[in-house]
């Protein structure tokens, strides 16, 4: 398995028949289409029955795995539409449905050391908490790309581009990899973004004059420019372009997700904190993000 998942794994993706896993479904089915992998249903509803490979047949509206009560496949109507209307624009993944075995988490966990994405549907207002817990951390420490989708996502594409936040470590080095895959996958550029919120006090305390922190200054506003180059030696290409953000991170991470289709960052880590403690710092401040969050280790 390489740092960004298993190219050949299937995309795994968690349901418990609540309406904010549909959009988690249609991404799902989506991100398999382009990769050319299955599809694994990973169910937490107790109606749920064994595991079931669904063809396209049983998710026909009108047909028993799609409209009718007697429907053999009973994970909830809403999984069932979410299905049915992903595949409609992709027949071709496999799909299979089977039961949580044991804790959820857990289940992903082992599920992710093998696949090549796991997919989580969230509440808008609990995308914060869901970005902060210990249990995503350890999903996404397997080395498996964890993708966060709003309930509400479309396949629809709205801004044709996705985005990457790069810091110049080598997890966000990773992440730049996944993106640009994404980007080569979709058939859309690529936007390597950095922020730097410290121009005011290098200013304040070195002046016209410069010093250290200027040269600090100067190597970070070149960041995402040599992330980039990097990106283009591996993926001639693909269509790579960078840009440097003055300002706080957390606004450039709200900013930049409201002109893309998908925001990819890389799992970040603090000297100071437990491994397992978060996903990424500014947690608390994303609940507003509405495109799809893909976070690589």
């Given at each position: 398995?390489?740092?960004?998942?298993?190219?050949q794994?299937?995309?795994v993706?968690?349901?418990?028949?609540?309406?904010h896993?549909?959009?988690?479904?249609?991404?799902a089915?989506?991100?398999?289409?382009?990769?050319?992998?299955?599809?694994?249903?990973?169910?937490?509803?107790?109606?749920?029955?064994?595991?079931?490979?669904?063809?396209?047949?049983?998710?026909?509206?009108?047909?028993?795995?799609?409209?009718?009560d007697?429907?053999?496949?009973?994970?909830?109507?809403?999984?069932?539409?979410?299905?049915?209307?992903?595949?409609?624009?992709?027949?071709?993944p496999?799909?299979?449905?089977a039961?949580?075995?044991?804790?959820?988490?857990?289940?992903?966990?082992?599920?992710?050391?093998?696949?090549?994405m796991?997919?989580l549907?969230?509440?808008?207002?609990?995308?914060?908490?869901?970005?902060?817990?210990?249990?995503?951390?350890?999903?996404?420490?397997s080395?498996?790309?964890?993708?966060?989708?709003?309930?509400g996502?479309?396949?629809?594409?709205?801004?044709?581009?996705?985005?990457?936040?790069v810091?110049?470590s080598?997890?966000?080095?990773?992440?730049?990899?996944?993106?640009?895959?994404?980007?080569?996958?979709?058939?859309?550029?690529v936007?390597l973004f950095?922020?730097?919120?410290?121009?005011d006090?290098v200013?304040?305390?070195?002046?016209?004059?410069?010093?250290?922190?200027t040269?600090?200054?100067?190597?970070?506003?070149?960041?995402?420019?040599?992330?980039?180059?990097?990106a283009?030696?591996?993926?001639p290409?693909?269509?790579?372009?960078?840009?440097?953000?003055?300002g706080?991170?957390?606004d450039a991470?709200?900013?930049?997700?409201?002109?893309?289709?998908?925001?990819?960052?890389?799992?970040?880590?603090?000297?100071?904190?437990?491994?397992w403690?978060?996903?990424r710092?500014?947690?608390?401040?994303?609940?507003?993000?509405?495109?799809?969050?893909i976070?690589?280790?």
């Open positions: 398995m390489t740092a960004n998942g298993n190219r794994g299937p995309v993706v968690s349901s418990d028949g609540a309406d896993t549909r959009g988690a479904i249609r991404f089915v989506f991100e398999a289409a382009l990769r050319n992998v299955p599809v694994d249903v990973v169910s937490s509803a107790e109606s749920d029955v064994t595991d079931r490979v669904i063809s396209s047949d049983d998710l026909m509206e009108g047909a028993d795995g799609y409209e009718h007697h429907s053999p496949f009973t994970q909830g109507r809403s999984v069932r539409t979410a299905l049915a209307v992903a595949r409609r624009q992709h027949p071709r496999e799909v299979t449905v039961p949580a075995v044991g804790s959820v988490i857990k289940d992903l966990r082992d599920r992710s050391s093998n696949a090549s796991v997919v549907g969230v509440h808008d207002a609990g995308l914060p908490n869901i970005l902060g817990s210990p249990a995503l951390a350890w999903i996404v420490d080395g498996c790309p964890v993708a966060l989708v709003p309930g996502w479309t396949e629809q594409p709205v801004h044709h581009r996705i985005a990457v936040g810091d110049g080598p997890t966000s080095a990773r992440a730049a990899d996944f993106a640009t895959e994404e980007a080569e996958y979709r058939g859309v550029p936007e950095h922020a730097w919120n410290h121009d006090l200013t304040t305390v070195e002046g016209r004059h410069g010093g250290p922190l040269m600090v200054r100067d190597m970070e506003r070149t960041i995402a420019a040599t992330q980039a180059a990097k283009r030696d591996v993926h290409a693909a269509h790579i372009t960078s840009v440097e953000i003055t706080d991170p957390t991470l709200r900013n930049v997700a409201d002109r893309v289709d998908a925001l990819v960052i890389g799992r970040w880590r603090h000297p100071g904190v437990p491994e403690a978060s996903s710092p500014t947690a608390r401040f994303l609940s507003t993000v509405r495109c799809p969050l976070i690589v280790a």
